[in-house]
């Protein structure tokens, strides 16, 4: 099986041009914020930041920030964002042992995160490590039935890494597709409540900014969000 993509062939790239891109902006961000709990004085993770846009509205709004990415010059674009405002690591979501204490956090943000990562339970279980007692998890990820061709073949139940042509970043993606069980069940095992499941609805801003888009949309969840609670 090919191995999810290496953000570190396309951080310039992606850092460029995402806040503008509509499915971002105006489609996954308000889905992903509107899961949120009030952030003010709280410690959050955002596991995975990519480029740092959430930690940045994160500490905007008053919570402690820790960013920390796979990619090395992810990272590094979060650090120039964000300067001293937040501790940026470079690792990997699923293994922090060495560097984050265990109840570290009030919240977990993970957003467009888990479809590249092997392990989703052992990352769930690293999660669930970091939160205090009854700390919220949200997080957004592709959704399994987006990619209408590989539900009917292979099938819905197949675990996949499967590849697609991002003509914004002029480059092929790759990822993983997984049914909906497949995050239910080790969200569950690693001691998680999930408390809601949102498959959002493009809006009158994404219709404007992208006609089609907001057909498909309408249509076909392109991703696939949940906030879930550790169990005290």
């Given at each position: 099986?090919?191995?999810?993509?290496?953000?570190?062939?396309?951080?310039?790239?992606?850092?460029?041009?995402?806040?503008?891109?509509?499915?971002?902006?105006?489609?996954?961000?308000?889905?992903?914020?509107?899961?949120?709990?009030?952030?003010?004085?709280?410690?959050?993770?955002?596991?995975?930041?990519?480029?740092?846009?959430?930690?940045?509205?994160?500490?905007?709004?008053?919570?402690?920030?820790?960013?920390?990415?796979?990619?090395?010059?992810?990272?590094?674009?979060?650090?120039?964002?964000?300067?001293?405002?937040?501790?940026?690591?470079?690792?990997?979501?699923?293994?922090?042992?060495?560097?984050?204490?265990?109840?570290?956090?009030?919240?977990?943000?993970?957003?467009?995160?888990?479809?590249?990562?092997?392990?989703?339970?052992?990352?769930?279980?690293?999660f669930a490590r970091l939160l205090r007692p009854a700390g919220r998890l949200v997080l957004s990820t592709h959704h399994p039935t987006h990619d209408a061709k590989s539900v009917a073949e292979p099938g819905y139940m197949v675990e996949e890494v499967i590849e697609e042509r991002w003509g914004w970043l002029d480059q092929n993606m790759r990822y993983y597709r997984r049914p909906l069980s497949?995050?239910?069940?080790?969200?569950?095992?690693?001691?998680?409540?999930?408390?809601?499941?949102?498959?959002?609805?493009?809006?009158?801003?994404?219709?404007?900014?992208?006609?089609?888009?907001?057909?498909?949309?309408?249509?076909?969840?392109?991703?696939?969000?949940?906030?879930?609670?550790?169990?005290?």
């Amino acid at each position: 099986m090919a191995e999810p993509t290496d953000y570190d062939t396309v951080a310039e790239r992606y850092a460029a041009e995402i806040d503008r891109r509509p499915w971002n902006a105006l489609y996954e961000r308000p889905a992903t914020l509107a899961l949120l709990p009030d952030v003010r004085d709280r410690d959050v993770l955002d596991a995975g930041c990519g480029h740092g846009w959430y930690c940045q509205w994160l500490l905007d709004r008053g919570a402690r920030v820790v960013g920390v990415d796979r990619s090395v010059r992810m990272a590094g674009l979060a650090t120039k964002r964000l300067g001293n405002r937040a501790r940026i690591i470079h690792g990997d979501v699923s293994d922090l042992g060495d560097v984050l204490a265990d109840a570290t956090f009030d919240i977990v943000l993970s957003s467009l995160v888990l479809h590249y990562v092997d392990d989703v339970g052992k990352a769930f279980c690293e999660f669930a490590r970091l939160l205090r007692p009854a700390g919220r998890l949200v997080l957004s990820t592709h959704h399994p039935t987006h990619d209408a061709k590989s539900v009917a073949e292979p099938g819905y139940m197949v675990e996949e890494v499967i590849e697609e042509r991002w003509g914004w970043l002029d480059q092929n993606m790759r990822y993983y597709r997984r049914p909906l069980s497949s995050l239910t069940e080790p969200l569950a095992a690693a001691g998680f409540v999930i408390e809601r499941i949102c498959e959002p609805k493009p809006d009158e801003a994404l219709r404007q900014a992208d006609p089609k888009g907001y057909e498909q949309l309408r249509r076909l969840p392109a991703f696939l969000l949940m906030r879930a609670r550790k169990d005290a």
